[in-house]
């Protein structure tokens, strides 16, 4: 069974930093993208940012520059570190796993495998 299950959320004020964890069990993923998403109240889910299996990064336009995408592949986990945390980053972040050997997307459909979700809750 595969699972996908993030930690590392919690509440922070503006300004803060966070940073959040995806370990994977049941395959490796090594050779697939790896994303992370959010979703707000009342919003629908966005892309928040991907990483490809050369690691190369996409970020979407509100974090980049405050966010940091990376994985392990030993360790078969991916990180999200966040800093200067906005009250507008308040969400349920999802980590998600692409196909093998695609090369998957910012949309949501491009994902086979997602989280739970972790709450990130930041305070103005």
């Known amino acids: 069974q595969v699972l996908l299950v993030e930690s590392g959320g919690g509440l922070v004020q503006a300004g803060g930093s966070l940073r959040l964890s995806c370990a994977a069990s049941?395959?490796?993923?090594?050779?697939?993208?790896m994303g992370w998403f959010r979703q707000a109240p009342g919003k629908e889910r966005e892309f928040v940012a991907r990483i490809s299996w050369t690691t190369s990064t996409d970020y979407a336009e509100s974090v980049k520059g405050r966010f940091t995408i990376s994985r392990d592949n030993a360790k078969n986990t991916v990180y999200l570190q966040m800093n200067s945390l906005k009250p507008e980053d308040t969400a349920v972040y999802y980590c998600?796993?692409?196909?093998?050997?695609?090369?998957?997307?910012?949309?949501?459909?491009?994902?086979?495998?997602w989280g739970q979700g972790t709450q990130v809750t930041v305070s103005s």
């Open positions: 998600a796993a692409g196909r093998a050997s695609y090369a998957a997307g910012r949309a949501s459909y491009n994902y086979v495998y």
């Open positions: 049941g395959r490796t993923f090594s050779n697939n993208y």
